[in-house]
């Protein structure tokens, strides 16, 4: 096994987006963990990423077990007068090694574009979390035959001085695939993770090679294994099946 190799160790990312109160956000933490610890091991490492609210909570829940905790979100800045936002600095206080920075709900619905995603990953690097860094096409890129151009001005964009394949992902996450239950063949899941790692090495010339690129978008127990199969897949990020203990289960239990 090479080096680089080593390094990608597969990465298997919840993101429960804006669901779970506490009793039932615990409650799913804590058939996760029992799974985690369970005989059943997996080779990969996992990150659950709940809404802030339950951060903290949930940091007590998976202490011991192996599971980190991310963040869905952070400022660009540190602290300030930035009503209802959460900061990188927050989320490492919180017990996060990682935050999602880019999704395409956040570039969607709060009109966030490359810039500010670079600015986001920044302050992420800066407080010592791991960047999960989204990218992605629409179903009209796709349809008008751009898909892997935008997938590579996004990540050239996207992506801070600084990124380095310690501390940053890429997760590829096309936005038609995104709660449709529609997803990319592997033959498109492999020319896109192909462009990340391409335009990640045109940034920062070279060391593509290490870097951990995730698939996101309607990722469920039927699909997961053919889709981590696909050459150049490093993981999975999750969002409705990751609200299922059990299903997120199956679908981590897919990289063993
Ligand atoms: P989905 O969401 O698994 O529900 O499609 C994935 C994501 O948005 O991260």
């Known amino acids: ?20 109160l506490h009793a039932d956000g615990i409650e799913r933490a804590r058939a996760l963990a029992a799974h985690v610890g369970g005989a059943e091991a997996i080779d990969g490492d996992i990150v659950v990423c709940p809404p802030a609210t339950l951060l903290f909570a949930l940091r007590a829940v998976f202490a011991g077990s192996g599971v980190a905790l991310g963040g869905q979100d952070c400022h660009a800045q540190a602290e300030g ?12 206080d919180a017990g996060c090694s990682h935050v999602i920075v880019g999704h395409s709900e956040r570039r969607a619905g709060h009109g966030e574009g490359d810039e500010q995603v670079a600015a986001k990953a920044a302050a992420a690097h800066a407080a010592g979390l791991t960047a999960i860094v989204c990218v992605g096409e629409s179903a009209a890129d796709r349809d008008a035959g751009h898909a892997l151009t935008v997938i590579g001005r996004q990540v050239g964009g996207s992506l801070p001085e600084g990124a380095a394949p310690a501390n940053t992902v890429v997760a590829y996450e096309p936005v038609w695939a995104i709660g449709t239950g529609r997803t990319p063949g592997p033959a498109d899941i492999e020319a896109a993770h192909r462009q990340v790692r391409a335009g990640w090495e045109r940034r920062f010339s070279g060391g593509g090679d290490a870097l951990r690129v995730l698939y996101g978008g309607s990722v469920s127990a039927r699909n997961a294994g053919e889709i981590l199969a696909v050459p150049g897949v490093d993981g999975v990020l999750v969002g409705g099946a990751s609200l299922s203990a059990d299903a997120f289960w199956q679908i981590c239990q897919a990289c063993r």
Request: zero cysteines; a positive charge; proline letters at 9%.
């Open 81 to 92: 007068a930035h009503t209802g936002d959460v900061s990188a600095p927050m989320l490492s």
């Open 1 to 20: 096994m090479t080096p680089a190799s080593r390094s990608r160790r597969p990465l298997l990312i919840a993101n429960w987006k804006m669901n779970g």
